[in-house]
């Protein structure tokens, strides 16, 4: 039986380009062959034609105008012997007789065709062009074979002429026509297939899917069955696709095969005509199966478990029912409108319809007790949440991709329809009889039903749904679950606090500065927070209440928790010592800040920039912040007072022992066997350990301002201390010790940067104590140095000649160890007496006078009636060089008015340091050859004169020290020159 199937890349013969095709078929023996061969008389082209009678000979339809043709023709051919047979094909281009005036059209529209035009004309008309032969030994033959040959020349003129597809098969020439008497081969072929399938089915020892498998005897009798009795491909596919649908009812059967059967049989539609009861039949099982997958897919839940090895099976069972819809026999045998969209959808429905029955009779409460209804109804409506779930994300992808049915869609309306009125009836029995244990039992039945409302965000087309207000039944239960989370959170707290040791807690090795009952807190209240997520009340309006409710008892809870924590704290001080209270009020205020950040999270925790997006239309900004805000602000306001409070009495304590440490140092003025180091070394260490033991447990904001509390009061107490012993007899070593401690106090509170800054330390009252005790502790011509080396700087940096000028020029020789100093002139003096004018001269003294003990004051001469008088006169101090570097060494210029009757006017003095006089400096000293120090060359300079300012605190405290002769003639002399200042600029 040979099969021509199709051909590609022949020759194309005509003018046109292209050929028309057929094929000529028999089979030739070694006789028959040998015999053509002798009779011939010259080489003919044709060898089929000549070999055997025509009745031998096959031809395949003629294919026009193509040079890649179609046939899928079919013959039998027939030999005695295998041995020394061969198979013969020729491929022909049919050539028929055309008139010249049809050649020369085609020229005209094909000018490329000229060569073959030519050729045309020169043959005889009306004979055939050959293309291509292919010649098969019989015994080279399997019993099956599907191959492409190639087309084999006769002469080497074009060897490339293409290719032919065939099929061979040898079959038997003899039939059996006694095999089931009375019946068609087609019901036999049918009987036998089914026998076959059931038998090798049960043959089989693992319970697999069957893929259509068979033995390799029973195929071959099936195809020799059917070869004998002339049944087509396409009843055999049909006896196949009957077979195996109806086995798929009852066995394992892979439906990919179905599919692939009924494929086969769509094909063959096109092909062949089925007879009439063969076409009955088709269509009665079509049709038959259709229902059957729809009955499957009504019970896809319980036949195909959503698993990756089963989901394949019923997407292609849909597959199949597609396919069947699209068929060609079932839209003629079926003349009805079948829409399986809706079919699918309308079993789905069914489906569901029974799913929540039996899984409602599943669930029924055994009792009638309003409890155990409302457990049951939360079973149920989890189970249907599940299934919800299962229908997104695994069947509604199957259904989709192959009906094009949203089956998560369908599954969805149906359960909020059904649910809707459960609901309705179960909660209608709970009116006006709710508590707190109903309530309780409400709460699950809420969540499970918001579930299943937030999958309605996946629907393809939402309309109305009748579970959208479904929290309008859950009113009345809402309060009970604020109060039962607020009373349970509550309870959690103050048993945390009671537990609680007051000790850092350790995590990984690693310390934690806050104690168990701040993390305890933490989690109590996440139950709150993880209340107003779970519920995700609808309304709006409402829904704003409920935060100012929840937010309320968070506030509450947050208060408690700190009385419970003081009560604590109280009572574990009772039997504690000093430095264990210490310890203990460090924890407690960690305590409070973790506490006060856990506040601050909260608006992020319970969302509120989503509530207020959602309530932007129904609740004003003002209200909005004048209520959520302001309570989470109160309840800061409390943490930050006990905050407060606690600070405030851990630096009582620690100033209480740093006050005893000063006084007792501070008191040992009178003692000499120590020295003020050794004194102040217990304050040091208790500062340093202490400190550091704050530091390690204290957030950095609550330590900062510990340590800015104990600096501020550790100030005003030495600042007290100071006041208190200003009479005592030895003042300067007092405040010298005073000075020290407060000197260890800014070394330890500024801790190496780790504490507080000097900006911090260097307030007004540090300085202001600074400078007394500084002051105090120097001796009086330490503070007079101090005096004249302040006077200098002024001069230096303030400038400015209101009063006047005066111009030096000024020098130090070294070599004879001579100060000289000349006046020039004085500029813009004030005038002083009453026709405008003045009589100045110029005063020169070298100060402090316990520095220049035996240099007296020089004078110049006094220039009448003039305001800016030349002197043009010099004067020579004979001072050692150790003299003219010594703290506060300075030459003092006074300007005064000469008056013949009373005492002489003030008009101005001036500082000049004699560091600055050249051959004085100590820096970049050099010597001549000789060793000898080179006298500097003299200096002009030009120095503003100023007057003294009252109240000067150094003088006030010059003046204190009464016994002091030399320190009493100092400040009388400036006493003096303050009120010549006074009285002279008095108009």
Known sequence: ????????????????GFSDPYCLLTILEDEEEKRTRRSRSKASKYVVKDAVSDDKIYQTDIKMQTLNPIWNDTFILEFDNILGASFHLEMWDKDEEVSLTQKLEDFKTNFTSLKRMIKEAKKERG???FLGKIVIKLQDLHCTEDNWYHLEPRTETYPDRGHCHLKLKFIHKERDGTLSAGRNAYINYCGILQQFVLSYISKQKSCVTWKGELCGEAQTLLEHYATQNDLSPFLQDLAKWVAYSKLYQSLEVDSSLLLQQLTSVEYHWHQQELPHQQKKELGDSLHGFLQYGLYLVSKYRDIFSPTPSTTPKLHTLLRILVQICKTQAFQKMNPAEFELQEEVADAIQTGTQEWFTNKKGLHQPMTKDLCEILSALSRLIEEVRDDIKLNKDVWNRIFVSAVQVDVFTEVYKKFDSLLAAEVRETLSLMEGRTDQ???NSLFPVYLSLQAIQKDKAFLQKRGLLKLSN?????REAQPYWLNKVFLTTK????????????????????????SSSAVDLVACIQPVCDLWKQMSWPD??????????????????????CHSLKDRVRMLSENSDHGSAINMLCVVVNDLEYLRSVLARLPVQLNWAGLRGRTYQVIEESQFQNTLPSQVQQTQGILDRETRSALDTLGKKLNTDIESHVRDMATRWRTVSKSTEDDAAPLMRYLE?????????LVEENFNSLLATLWNNSVKFLHQMATEHLHQERLMEFCQRLLYTLQCLEQCFHGEGNGLSFKMLHSDEYKTLKAYLTHHSLN???????FLERKIWEQRVLGGEKYGAVTLLTSYRRSDQRLRVEVLNAVSLLPMDSNGSSDPYVQLCLEPYHTFPEVEPCCTQIKSCDLNPLFDEAFEFLVGLDQCQAPGACLVVTVLDHDIWMTDDFEGEAFLSLKDIPGVARGGEQTDSLGSHPDAPPAQIRLPLTHPKPNDNILRLLESRKGEKETQAFVKKRRQREKQSKEGSQP
């Open 1 to 16: 039986m040979v099969t021509v199937k199709e051909a590609k890349g022949i020759l194309g013969k005509d003018i046109s």
């Open 127 to 129: 004979t055939d062009d």
């Open 437 to 439: 244990s109903l309530a």
């Open 470 to 474: 479904f929290h309008e039944n859950f």
């Open 491 to 514: 309870d959690r707290v103050e048993r945390a606090v009671k537990v609680d040791q007051l000790q850092p807690l350790q995590c990984g090795g690693v310390p934690i500065k806050h």
């Open 540 to 561: 709006p309006e409402e829904a704003f209440m409920l935060m100012v409710k929840i937010t309320e008892d968070v506030c509450k809870i947050v208060v408690t928790y």
């Open 689 to 697: 350990q202490e400190l550091h033991y704050m530091n390690d447990n």
């Open 780 to 786: 009086s011509r330490q503070l007079v140095e101090k």
